[in-house]
């Protein structure tokens, strides 16, 4: 029988993905949207007749009960959230909200309106912060390092929470950071491929950056719904680290950014001491063993071919509508 999925967040790069495989394998797929006077549904355009979707917020709980008594669903994945670090510092308070007490809210009201729903929560690498040991792994040590790493601890700890004390089905996947040409303007990968592409169109001449030394776990988005997918088809819950186990720095990142645009990144790129975290993470790299063997999960992309084709995608963007913003 033909299951149904209801995705937080389904506008997001993760919830448009995740969408699109899910209609793929037969779901029927419902997302929540939150009313905003501008409304955000670039990344699901193409699937908006496919999926329905329906009013709720992570900060009213009677809204989610409501949506979730209306869509009697199998699954629910919850990536909606306040997903910009840097933000975090400006809104502490509200990023708890979201990310800490919204998880804790979408879980009563799984468990009020039927406790036998699958739930997956959205959990982050930020959470390991300053490291305690390289690669990470499920059982290393948290110590995030931003109100919003903070916050995704507590969503974190409250899924396996509920998990032990109401015995919900209920898994947290702890992605590291996952791209494509879908990711917001304002994450440094898509800044990068963008500002590469409007230098490519003439746009604009210089690409200003914060720590290039800073280095990251990056895999491809829709890579890693596939790993979400998988975490609720097991037997038993249970949390996973989702990586490719490899790491990069932000210049190497910059480097093939520019050598498929046919540019030469030291002319174009600066450093501004603004872009620099007020507290950095320093190296973030997963350790997807176990996600691999008890999940049958891999990455199908490289990075490599990632960067051509977020790339490869904001120069054509700028070429069919020269300087209008996406994301």
């Given amino acids: 029988m033909a299951k149904t999925a209801l995705i937080t967040g389904i506008t997001g790069q993760d919830g448009s993905y995740l969408a699109e495989l899910l209609l793929s394998k037969g779901y029927t797929v419902a997302g929540t949207v939150r009313r905003l006077s501008a409304p955000n549904q670039w990344r699901i355009a193409h699937l908006v007749d496919r999926v329905t979707l329906l009013p709720a917020d992570l900060l009213d709980q009677l809204s989610l009960i409501k949506v979730i008594a209306e869509v009697q669903p199998d699954e629910v994945y919850n990536l909606a959230a306040m997903s910009f670090v840097p933000a975090s510092w400006d809104q502490p308070m509200l990023t708890g909200e979201f990310n800490a007490q919204g998880v804790t809210r979408v879980l009563e009201a799984i468990r009020s309106v039927n406790p036998k729903i699958r739930f997956y929560q959205a959990s982050s690498s930020e959470m390991y912060g300053k490291v305690r ?167 199908e992309i490289t990075f490599e071919q990632l960067v051509a084709m977020m790339v490869d995608a904001d120069i054509a963007r700028h070429t069919e509508r020269p300087g209008v913003l996406q994301g």
């Fill in 133 to 299: 040991e390289v690669p990470q792994s499920e059982l290393t040590p948290f110590y995030p390092r931003s109100p919003y790493g903070v916050s995704k601890v507590y969503g974190h700890y409250i899924t396996v929470n509920y998990r032990e004390s109401y015995g919900l089905y209920a898994c947290s996947g702890i992605l590291f950071n996952h791209e494509s040409p879908r990711r917001g303007l304002e994450f440094v990968t898509r800044k990068v491929t963008d500002g590469v592409a409007r230098i490519k169109c003439g746009l604009t001449d210089t690409l200003a950056l914060g720590n290039l030394d800073a280095k990251r776990d990056w895999g491809f988005s829709g890579d890693y719904v596939r790993a979400m997918w998988l975490m609720l088809q097991q037997d038993q819950p249970d949390d996973y680290v989702v990586a490719t186990g490899e790491t990069h720095t932000v210049q190497r990142l910059v480097e093939l950014a520019f050598e498929r645009a046919g540019l030469d990144w030291r002319k174009h790129v600066t450093i501004d001491p603004r872009f620099i975290r007020p507290a950095e993470v320093d190296l973030l790299i997963g350790d997807p063993a176990r996600a691999k063997q008890e999940l049958g999960w891999t990455p």
